[in-house]
């Protein structure tokens, strides 16, 4: 079993729409999560982090962690075209920087 | 725009031969990372590095071997490249301290 699970997708939502983007995880001992956004034929960048439980928001981005439950979720609000991307779920122990990473979800935003 | 690089974007190479992916940043960042990507597929730890002289195996098991003299450059070799190792590489920083990764865009190899 992977220690991340995460639905590939594909997603496809009209413009505007709210896009809920989730994983889940087996290891009860990661505490640090993040999401990152892989555009094609580009490398990964980081979009939101969040550590331990709670939501944290950022524009039209919310990340939520429920480590009870051990499943953290992005919203997007009022997707755009151009939020288009592939979106990974990392996940980290003690900051070590040895990122576990989801599959990746990907999304369309279509006009 | 994080300033990390990876040299060459795309090699098409031949069994048997030698090959080194070239990896640098700017930022001064002490950590790097090397990441494999199949098509569709989770990115997998392949090598990382704390320092120079630093460099460590990562979680997923892999044939290549990274070295880390100096700060800003930290390269993979792959003695003798094999078509099991056609996958993307992605080469990753972050400063000490920071839980930020900055990704460079990534070298596509297909081994033939």
């Known amino acids: 079993q992977k220690e991340v699970e995460q639905d590939p997708g594909p997603l496809s939502v009209p413009e505007g729409a709210i896009v809920s983007l989730n994983c889940t995880y087996s290891?009860?001992?990661?505490?640090?999560f993040m999401w990152y956004r892989q555009y094609s034929r580009k490398g990964p960048e980081l979009l939101m982090y969040?550590?331990?439980?709670g939501n944290k928001e950022d524009g039209r981005f919310t990340a939520q962690v429920d480590k009870s439950s051990k499943y953290i979720s992005l919203f997007i609000r009022d997707s755009q075209p151009s939020d288009s991307a592939t979106y990974l779920c990392a996940m980290d122990s003690s900051n070590t920087g040895k990122l576990i990473f989801g599959q990746g979800t990907t999304l369309q935003v279509k006009p | 725009e994080a300033d990390i690089y990876q040299t060459p974007r795309y090699l098409v190479i031949g069994t048997g031969k030698k090959i080194t992916l070239e990896c640098s940043q700017t930022?001064?960042?002490?950590?790097m990372y090397w990441y494999q990507q199949d098509p569709g597929m989770e990115l997998h730890l392949i090598h990382y590095?704390?320092?120079?002289?630093?460099?460590e195996k990562g979680d997923l098991s892999s044939e290549s071997t990274v070295s880390r003299i100096r700060t800003e450059h930290f390269p993979l070799t792959l003695e003798s490249a094999r078509p099991s190792h056609t996958s993307q590489y992605l080469c990753?920083?972050?400063?000490?301290?920071?839980?930020?990764?900055?990704f460079g865009p990534g070298t596509r190899l297909t081994v033939t």
């Open positions: 590095s704390y320092g120079v002289n630093s460099t």
């Open positions: 969040t550590y331990s439980s």
């Open positions: 930022m001064g960042h002490d950590k």
């Open positions: 990753a920083s972050g400063a000490s301290g920071r839980y930020e990764q900055y």
């Open positions: 290891n009860s001992a990661f505490q640090y």
